[in-house]
C-alpha cells in the first residue's frame, strides 16, 4: 500500500490549492507594486529567504512526507520557485540602485512565473492520480486483516492464470479455513474473533514467499494463490505454515491467549479451464479435510 493515508493526500492537495492561491495574490500584489512605483518610493522589498517566507515556501518547506517531497514535479517547482525569488530580488535590488527595472531580468521573471504556474498544474494532477490511485487500492483491501478482498481476486487471479497458461508455469490455489472459528467467537466475543482473523492474515502474509498473494474469501476463509510452483511442493509450504500455526498464540485486547488451527485445501491451476472451477476443486479439498479431522492439508485430486 502507500506510504500516504487518505486523509493525508486530501489534507495535502488542500493545502497545495491554498498555498497557491496565496501565492497568486502575492504575484498580483508584485505587479500591483511594479505599476504604482515611482522614483522616490521603494515598493520592492529585498528579502534573501522570500522562498521560505512566502505561502508557498511556508508549505513547502513544512512538508514531512518523504513520498511527496520525492515527488519530480515538486523537486521541479521548488527549483522554480527558489529562482524566482531570486529573480524577484535581483529587480528589487536593481531598482534600488538604478530606480529602474531592467527589463530583461523582468522578461526572465515572467518566463519563470510560466514556467511555476505549468509545473503546478502537473503536481496537482499527479496528486489527483495519486488520489485515484489510493482509492482504488483502498477498495481492492479487506477492510478488518488488510490482504485482498475477494473483489481483487476476481479481478486479479484470471490475468495470473492466463499469464501462467500461456508460460507453461505452474501454479496452486490454496482454499483455508479456520478451524472451529465460531467457537472463538461463541467463547471470547466477536472482537476476539476479529483479533484472530487479523492475526491469521498477517501470520499467512509475513511467512509466505514475496510474489505470493493472500486474499479474504469471505467469514474465515482465506484464498492463497501461489504462483511458479507445483501443486506438490506448494502443499508442503502449506503444511509448514499449519504446524507453525498450532504453536502460535494470540493474545487478545483482553490479554486472553488464543490458540487456532486450520484446515487447508490445495489444487493445481492446471485442474480447470477458469478460476471457478479451481476454486471448486480447492474447496472439496478443504471439505476432505474437515472430513478427516481437521487441521491438515489435502490435495485436490
Known amino acids: 500500500m502507500n506510504s500516504f493515508v487518505h486523509e493525508e493526500l486530501d489534507d495535502l492537495v488542500s493545502q497545495l490549492k491554498n498555498a497557491i492561491l496565496n501565492h497568486s495574490e502575492w504575484l498580483v500584489q508584485w505587479h500591483k507594486n511594479i505599476i504604482c512605483m515611482s522614483r522616490d518610493s521603494d515598493p520592492l522589498r529585498i528579502d534573501e529567504d522570500a522562498h521560505h517566507n512566502c505561502e508557498f515556501g511556508k508549505w513547502y518547506y513544512s512538508i514531512s512526507n518523504e513520498r511527496l517531497r520525492g515527488l519530480e514535479c515538486l523537486l521541479r517547482i521548488e527549483d522554480i520557485h527558489r529562482r524566482m525569488h531570486r529573480k524577484e530580488n535581483e529587480l528589487a535590488l536593481g531598482f534600488s540602485m538604478a ?133 506438490d511442493a506448494g ?21 486472553i491467549a488464543i490458540s487456532i488451527t486450520c484446515s487447508f485445501g490445495v489444487a493445481s491451476c492446471r485442474m480447470g479451464s477458469s478460476l471457478e472451477d479451481i476454486i471448486r476443486k480447492a474447496d472439496s479439498a478443504l471439505y476432505e479435510s474437515k472430513a478427516l479431522g481437521r487441521n491438515r492439508v489435502t490435495i485436490a485430486k
Do not use: W
Not at 482509492?135 to 481492492?140: A, G, T
Not at 507453461?168 to 482454499?175: S, Y
Not at 502443499?235 to 490479554?255: F, S, Y
Open 99 to 231: 530606480r529602474q527595472l531592467n527589463m530583461e531580468c523582468y522578461d526572465e521573471f515572467l518566463i519563470l512565473r510560466a514556467e511555476f504556474r505549468s509545473a503546478v498544474s502537473e503536481l496537482d494532477a499527479e496528486l489527483h492520480n495519486l488520489h485515484d490511485a489510493l482509492h482504488e487500492s483502498i477498495l481492492n483491501v479487506d477492510v478488518l486483516t488488510k490482504v485482498y478482498n475477494r473483489r481483487y481476486m476476481q479481478y486479479l487471479l484470471p490475468k495470473e492464470l492466463e499469464r501462467a497458461r500461456r508460460t507453461n508455469e505452474n501454479c496452486a490455489l490454496v482454499l483455508s479455513d479456520l478451524d472451529k472459528f465460531k467457537f472463538v467467537n461463541d467463547t471470547y466475543g466477536h472482537l476476539a474473533g476479529d483479533v484472530v482473523l487479523k492475526y491469521f492474515a498477517n501470520f499467512l502474509s509475513s511467512h509466505l514467499r514475496d510474489g505470493d498473494f493472500v486474499f479474504r474469501y469471505g467469514g474465515e476463509e482465506f484464498i492463497i494463490y501461489l504462483p511458479d510452483i507445483d501443486v
Open 235 to 255: 502443499a508442503k509450504i502449506i503444511n509448514r505454515l499449519r504446524k507453525k500455526l498450532m504453536k502460535e498464540k494470540i493474545i487478545t485486547d483482553d490479554h
